[in-house]
């Protein structure tokens, strides 16, 4: 048999997810797409419109920003079970960094209306995305 299926790893991997219901995380699994992001390749480009929520089902990214004298820093590195894009979804801002593939990731990316839908009207996703905010 086959690992854990999506929602099962969600709910196991995912602290945004550890509480949601079975019915709440088919509704997220289903409304999302997932992709497959080869090494050095970006999955968000610093300055983009928050589009989605981005979860790291497999692989490793780096989250960077580069200097005005064209020098890449790591802030830091997306493993298994993490999100990113949560920043700009929940301010409205753009994003302001990017997420580039170190090795080959394969990432959830959930539509900013699902993620307004489903996560921001529940409370212990409402109160783990306020404690990532500060």
Do not use: W
């Not at 079970?81 to 801002?93: K, N, P, Y």
């Not at 080959?104 to 306020?130: D, G």
């Amino acid at each position: 048999m086959p690992g854990p299926s999506l929602n099962d790893f969600l709910k196991q991997n995912v602290t945004l997810f550890r509480e949601f219901d079975d019915a709440r995380i088919s509704q997220l699994v289903e409304g999302s797409r997932q992709l497959t992001v080869e090494p050095n390749e970006a999955v968000i480009e610093f300055g983009e419109e928050g589009r989605f929520l981005g979860v790291m089902i497999d692989g490793t990214a780096e989250v960077s920003v580069v200097d005005d004298g064209g020098k890449r820093h790591k802030l830091s590195e997306l493993k298994t079970g993490d999100i990113f894009g949560e920043m700009s979804l929940l301010t409205g801002d753009k994003t302001v960094a990017d997420v580039i593939g170190i090795t080959r990731c394969t990432v959830l990316l959930v539509p900013e209306q699902l993620f307004s839908r489903v996560c921001i009207t529940f409370p212990p996703a409402i109160k783990y995305l306020s404690r990532l905010l500060t």
